[in-house]
């Protein structure tokens, strides 16, 4: 009897699974024809426009200028021959090589670039290119995304080009933390949430389309999870529009800066009494706007000019941000905040948020590299002043590692000579180059200290 | 006359010298001190693979007086999430286990002390370190140190030579013997004599010598003598109380490079590259840029980065409210400072510290190191997490070991005692939430713990 019971089970069990085949088989013969032909469809709108990017990039992180060919993606997004790709693909190109979809090779030169949201803007040179031009892709719309759309990822995977990868959007707005930095050092993803798929994207994809069943651009890929699987990240298209757009225009993107860092307000709105939302500011950098019209951690902020603001949830965070950095620089702005209960209104000014990194410079005969003081990199290493020039990679053997010099270091004076900037540092370097000096003083900051470092260049050697 | 007597003397010494030596030999060494080694165990937490684990350790310990047991330091220094080693157990050969209690460290030697904490066993007797005891390169010597454990008996020892004097930056001696398994472990002469225990030329070694080390190197085994340890052991160092002096700068070594490039008659000495406010260099005049290259009328052994701790070892033990006198050299001119010295501010492993088991948090003291190493001004308040269990109330709230706290609802935190009343109230009233304000890097925000009484 005991062995009978588990049979008909069992039987049961085949029927429905093979049910299950039969219909699902059908409806994927019809469905699934349908499907195909939309595939072939928006792949023919985009695959002519996607471009193998093989930027030459430069780093100073060694002391020396260091130059690498990478690989990653790209797509033709104008006719002029503007291609989008990742910051961290060839924002900081030297000269870069593009192979379209002919496989024709075409030079490209950099027209900008903005690590804050990792995009890139390169320009196909056509000059002595006489074949078909690629056609342009178009952007879709990125907030009328759904969870489960199909999506297609298409790029160089592993330098593997023209590879297209199939899959859905695994959620729209992926929050991940702005603590993210890119291989150069600049924080990176504070102004967008992400759109996470499960359509393959390997090294490699990096800067290439996710493009949707009509065959429109919806991101721009950009990360994904190592040793995971099919946890790929793109930025979203509306947010890769307005950039693209303004480094076109002008070469670079222009944000303004308040200095206030906020926290979703879940858990807290009980503490601070918020009854009708509001952005928790959780820091006000001393000196900013923010700081100087009085506002401080623990103020909920109600309205940003014209805008009611609320974030209650992380996901909500990349969007605030993204509202204070498109108001324009220099506009005096009216905020209502709420503290302890009250209302409170200030005006803020607003500031630039300038440059997230330095101009680099290698100074070759003395072994190390610097890199120009931007105010972000001032406040993210808590510096009075900019002044100096920031020491970014040091040679191994070269006479500044024998000397003590170490990356980080804040090169502040050379001999007699005080170091303000770059410029300064640059002039002083030339002349003493030119006198063959055998040894130079430098004087640095390192942390809160000064320290001396001698720079010995006649080890005789050569 | 001189000579002569000399001469005199050399059989008369020989023939002494080689009655003690054919009186011990390794095997009465291992015979006559192995009840002073006993093995040390305690528990301390270590992050292991992103989690927090409380591991074992066992170190060579030496009973140095009827309840006084010292062993390296390592002990206290070892725990990578800066908490506290503890239950500590004496073993001694024969199996007899006793508790003990952490007594103190002193980090110049990197030595520390325990009490031992019951009756000890029979035979157990404390070893007597010979000033006297003299030895030279090339000569044998022994260590007593640990089989791996449940062996029985535990001691075992090793033969190795002296293999270098070295004479600078600081005189001590090199051996071979292998630092690993007897760290700590008393170091007998051919003769017998106790010469001092096995430490090593890096992390684990003397403050000295921590800038010397590395496993690229291999490891060296360096000999602590009787004149470091004996005023140790007559007086040992105890948590909490500063002996150490400190002088109130960062600085730099004057290398003989720069003492030429800026034309000093000196090759060695100190730059002084910061000046706290309030300390000691501050009242004596000491400013940023000053050379010093004296120190009451002798030189500073300083003529190289690896050196500087050479200095501070020089200030640091040389008494709190001690007077020094500086030679400096300010603008090429030179110039004589008085310094009296002050006591040295708390180290982290000597700050206060609270840990509530209900939210499974613990947190300490900010220290003078805090200051620098998080860049705070010196009005702040606030107290340091240094642990937090992830599952938590106050690792699900998001409180992560580093977070500086400053508030907690409204009320300011000074110290752990301040932390301590909040959440013993908490705990009385069963609050359900708790917002705390933390500065977390360079950031401010603040984190929700909400307790959850019935789980508990």
Same mark, same amino acid.
């Given at each position: 009897?005991?062995?009978?019971?588990?049979?008909?089970?069992?039987?049961?069990?085949?029927?429905?699974?093979?049910?299950?085949?039969?219909?699902?088989?059908?409806?994927?013969?019809?469905?699934?024809?349908?499907?195909?032909?939309?595939?072939?469809?928006?792949?023919?709108?985009?695959?002519?426009?996607?471009?193998?990017?093989?930027?030459?990039?430069?780093?100073?992180?060694?002391?020396?200028?260091?130059?690498?060919?990478?690989?990653?993606?790209?797509?033709?997004?104008?006719?002029?021959?503007?291609? &989008?790709?990742?910051?961290?693909?060839?924002?900081?190109?030297?000269?870069?090589?593009?192979?379209?979809?002919?496989?024709?090779?075409?030079?490209?030169?950099?027209?900008?670039?903005?690590?804050?949201?990792?995009?890139?803007?390169?320009?196909?040179?056509?000059?002595?290119?006489?074949?078909?031009?690629?056609?342009?892709?178009?952007?879709?719309?990125?907030?009328?995304?759904?969870?489960?759309?199909?999506?297609?990822?298409?790029?160089?995977?592993?330098?593997?080009?023209?590879?297209?990868?199939?899959?859905?959007?695994?959620?729209?707005?992926?929050?991940?933390?702005?603590?993210?930095?890119?291989?150069?050092?600049?924080?990176?993803?504070?102004?967008?949430?992400?759109?996470?798929?499960?359509?393959?994207?390997?090294?490699?994809?990096?800067? =290439?389309?996710?493009?949707?069943?009509?065959?429109?651009?919806?991101?721009?890929?950009?990360?994904?999870?190592?040793?995971?699987?099919?946890?790929?990240?793109?930025?979203?298209?509306?947010?890769?529009?307005?950039?693209?757009?303004?480094?076109?225009?002008?070469?670079?993107?222009?944000?303004?800066?308040? =200095?206030?860092?906020?926290?979703?307000?879940?858990?807290?709105?009980?503490?601070?009494?918020?009854?009708?939302?509001?952005?928790?500011?959780?820091?006000?950098?001393?000196?900013?706007?923010?700081?100087?019209?009085?506002?401080?951690?623990?103020?909920?902020?109600?309205?940003?000019?014209?805008?009611?603001?609320?974030?209650?949830?992380?996901?909500?965070?990349?969007?605030?941000?993204?509202?204070?950095?498109?108001?324009?620089?220099?506009?005096?702005?009216?905020?209502?905040?709420?503290?302890?209960?009250?209302?409170?209104?200030?005006?803020?000014?607003?500031?630039?948020?300038?440059?997230?990194?330095?101009?680099?410079?290698?100074?070759?005969?003395?072994?190390?590299?610097?890199?120009?003081?931007?105010?972000?990199?001032?406040?993210?290493?808590?510096?009075?002043?900019?002044?100096?020039?920031?020491?970014?990679?040091?040679?191994?053997?070269?006479?500044?590692?024998?000397? =003590?010099?170490?990356?980080?270091?804040?090169?502040?004076? &050379?001999?007699?000579?005080?170091?303000?900037?770059?410029?300064?540092?640059?002039?002083?370097?030339?002349?003493?180059?030119?006198?063959?000096?055998?040894?130079?003083?430098?004087?640095?900051?390192?942390?809160?200290?000064?320290?001396?470092?001698?720079?010995?260049?006649?080890?005789?050697?050569? | 006359?001189?000579?002569?007597?000399?001469?005199? $003397?050399?059989?008369?010494?020989?023939?002494?010298?080689?009655?003690?030596?054919?009186?011990?030999?390794?095997?009465?060494?291992?015979?006559?001190?192995?009840?002073?080694?006993?093995?040390?165990?305690?528990?301390?937490?270590?992050?292991?693979?992103?989690?927090?684990?409380?591991?074992?350790?066992?170190?060579?310990?030496?009973?140095?007086?009827?309840?006084?047991?010292?062993?390296?330091?390592?002990?206290?220094?070892?725990?990578?999430?800066?908490?506290?080693?503890?239950?500590?157990?004496?073993?001694?050969?024969?199996?007899?286990?006793?508790?003990?209690?952490?007594?103190?460290?002193?980090?110049?030697?990197?030595?520390?002390?325990?009490?031992?904490?019951?009756?000890?066993?029979?035979?157990?007797?404390? $070893?007597?370190?010979?000033?006297?005891?003299?030895?030279?390169?090339?000569?044998?010597?022994?260590? $007593?140190?640990?089989?791996?454990?449940?062996?029985?008996?535990?001691?075992?020892?090793?033969?190795?030579?002296?293999?270098?004097?070295?004479?600078?930056?600081?005189?001590?001696?090199?051996?071979?013997?292998?630092?690993?398994?007897? $760290?700590?472990?008393?170091?007998?002469?051919?003769?017998?004599?106790?010469?001092?225990?096995?430490?090593?030329?890096?992390?684990?070694?003397?403050?000295?010598?921590?800038?010397?080390?590395?496993?690229?190197?291999?490891?060296?085994?360096?000999?602590?003598?009787?004149?470091?340890?004996?005023?140790?052991?007559?007086?040992?160092?105890? *948590?909490?109380?500063?002996?150490?002096?400190?002088?109130?700068?960062?600085?730099?070594?004057?290398?003989?490079?720069?003492?030429?490039?800026?034309?000093?008659?000196?090759?060695?000495?100190?730059?002084?590259?910061?000046?706290?406010?309030?300390?000691?260099?501050?009242?004596?005049?000491?400013?940023?840029?000053?050379?010093?290259?004296?120190?009451?009328?002798?030189?500073?052994?300083?003529?190289?980065?690896?050196?500087?701790?050479?200095?501070?070892?020089?200030?640091?033990?040389?008494?709190?409210?001690?007077?020094?006198?500086?030679?400096?050299? *300010?603008?090429?001119?030179?110039?004589?400072?008085?310094?009296?010295?002050?006591?040295?501010?708390?180290?982290?492993?000597?700050?206060?510290?609270?840990?509530?088991?209900?939210?499974?948090?613990?947190?300490?003291?900010?220290?003078?190191?805090?200051?620098?190493?998080?860049?705070?001004?010196?009005?702040?308040?606030?107290?340091?997490?240094? *642990?937090?269990?992830?599952?938590?109330?106050?690792?699900?709230?998001?409180?992560?070991?580093?977070?500086?706290?400053?508030?907690?609802?409204?009320?300011?935190?000074?110290?752990?005692?301040?932390?301590?009343?909040?959440?013993?109230?908490?705990?009385?009233?069963?609050?359900?939430?708790?917002?705390?304000?933390?500065?977390?890097?360079?950031?401010?925000?603040?984190?929700?713990?909400?307790?959850?009484?019935?789980?508990?």
């Amino acid at each position: 009897m005991r062995r009978v019971y588990p049979l008909p089970g069992f039987v049961v069990a085949l029927v429905i699974a093979a049910a299950c085949v039969c219909t699902g088989q059908s409806a994927q013969a019809t469905d699934g024809a349908e499907l195909q032909k939309q595939i072939y469809a928006a792949r023919d709108r985009v695959l002519p426009a996607l471009v193998n990017v093989q930027p030459v990039v430069r780093d100073f992180s060694s002391g020396t200028k260091e130059k690498s060919r990478v690989t990653g993606s790209g797509v033709v997004i104008r006719s002029e021959g503007y291609v &989008v790709t990742n910051y961290h693909v060839a924002g900081q190109s030297e000269h870069v090589i593009c192979t379209l979809w002919n496989k024709e090779r075409v030079r490209a030169k950099l027209v900008g670039g903005d690590p804050l949201t990792d995009l890139a803007v390169l320009k196909l040179d056509f000059s002595e290119y006489e074949k078909k031009r690629p056609p342009t892709a178009e952007f879709g719309n990125s907030d009328e995304l759904q969870t489960g759309q199909i999506v297609m990822a298409l790029g160089s995977p592993f330098a593997l080009s023209r590879s297209l990868s199939f899959g859905v959007i695994s959620t729209t707005d992926r929050y991940l933390s702005a603590d993210f930095r890119l291989p150069s050092g600049e924080r990176t993803g504070i102004f967008n949430t992400w759109i996470q798929t499960d359509a393959a994207i390997n090294p490699g994809n990096s800067g =290439g389309p996710l493009v949707d069943l009509s065959g429109s651009v919806i991101g721009i890929n950009s990360r994904a999870f190592m040793l995971a699987n099919n946890l790929g990240f793109s930025i979203p298209a509306n947010v890769v529009r307005q950039v693209v757009e303004s480094i076109i225009q002008r070469g670079r993107v222009e944000r303004s800066w308040i =200095g206030v860092e906020v926290q979703p307000l879940q858990e807290l709105e009980e503490f601070f009494e918020a009854r009708a939302g509001g952005v928790l500011v959780s820091d006000v950098e001393p000196d900013s706007p923010a700081g100087l019209a009085g506002l401080r951690a623990g103020d909920l902020l109600l309205r940003v000019g014209s805008r009611d603001v609320s974030a209650r949830f992380y996901e909500e965070i990349p969007d605030f941000y993204k509202s204070i950095a498109d108001l324009p620089v220099g506009e005096s702005i009216d905020v209502d905040y709420q503290r302890g209960g009250a209302v409170r209104s200030a005006r803020i000014t607003t500031a630039a948020y300038g440059r997230p990194s330095g101009t680099d410079f290698e100074v070759r005969d003395w072994g190390f590299a610097v890199r120009s003081i931007t105010k972000q990199m001032a406040l993210e290493r808590s510096l009075d002043d900019l002044r100096g020039v920031l020491v970014s990679g040091v040679k191994g053997g070269g006479p500044a590692e024998e000397g =003590g010099l170490a990356p980080q270091d804040i090169v502040r004076f &050379v001999g007699e000579t005080p170091i303000n900037d770059l410029e300064e540092f640059r002039t002083v370097y030339r002349e003493l180059s030119a006198t063959e000096r055998a040894r130079i003083m430098l004087t640095v900051k390192r942390r809160d200290s000064s320290r001396f470092v001698l720079l010995k260049l006649d080890n005789g050697e050569g | 006359m001189e000579a002569r007597k000399r001469r005199l $003397l050399i059989p008369v010494l020989l023939l002494a010298g080689l009655a003690v030596e054919a009186e011990a030999n390794p095997r009465k060494i291992y015979d006559r001190h192995s009840a002073s080694v006993v093995a040390v165990t305690y528990y301390v937490e270590t992050h292991f693979m992103r989690q927090v684990r409380e591991v074992e350790g066992r170190e060579v310990g030496v009973l140095v007086g009827e309840d006084l047991v010292m062993l390296n330091g390592i002990v206290i220094t070892s725990s990578s999430t800066g908490a506290r080693p503890h239950t500590f157990r004496v073993h001694f050969e024969g199996g007899a286990v006793v508790p003990a209690a952490y007594i103190g460290r002193d980090e110049f030697a990197n030595v520390a002390f325990l009490r031992v904490e019951g009756e000890l066993p029979e035979g157990a007797k404390p $070893l007597e370190f010979d000033p006297r005891a003299k030895v030279r390169v090339g000569d044998e010597v022994y260590v $007593l140190g640990l089989l791996p454990e449940n062996l029985h008996p535990m001691v075992r020892i090793s033969a190795g030579r002296i293999v270098a004097h070295v004479r600078e930056p600081k005189s001590f001696l090199v051996t071979d013997l292998p630092p690993d398994e007897a $760290l700590g472990g008393p170091v007998f002469s051919t003769s017998g004599k106790v010469l001092g225990v096995l430490s090593e030329l890096g992390g684990a070694g003397p403050a000295f010598a921590s800038g010397f080390g590395g496993a690229e190197q291999g490891y060296y085994g360096i000999i602590l003598t009787a004149q470091t340890l004996q005023p140790l052991i007559d007086d040992p160092p105890r *948590r909490g109380e500063v002996r150490r002096a400190w002088l109130g700068i960062t600085l730099q070594a004057l290398t003989p490079d720069m003492a030429e490039y800026w034309g000093l008659a000196t090759r060695s000495g100190i730059i002084v590259n910061s000046v706290i406010p309030g300390s000691p260099a501050n009242a004596a005049g000491l400013q940023e840029g000053d050379l010093v290259v004296g120190i009451n009328g002798g030189p500073i052994p300083v003529s190289q980065e690896d050196h500087v701790p050479i200095f501070v070892e020089q200030v640091g033990s040389s008494g709190v409210g001690s007077e020094l006198q500086l030679e400096v050299i *300010r603008d090429g001119a030179p110039l004589r400072l008085e310094v009296v010295l002050a006591a040295a501010p708390k180290s982290r492993l000597d700050a206060e510290q609270y840990s509530s088991p209900e939210f499974e948090l613990t947190v300490r003291e900010l220290v003078f190191s805090d200051y620098r190493a998080f860049d705070l001004d010196p009005g702040f308040a606030g107290v340091l997490v240094s *642990r937090v269990k992830n599952g938590g109330w106050s690792g699900i709230g998001g409180l992560q070991p580093g977070d500086i706290i400053q508030r907690v609802d409204e009320e300011a935190i000074g110290a752990p005692e301040d932390l301590k009343r909040i959440l013993e109230a908490a705990i009385d009233n069963q609050s359900r939430k708790l917002v705390f304000f933390v500065q977390r890097g360079r950031r401010t925000q603040f984190i929700t713990v909400q307790p959850n009484w019935e789980e508990s």
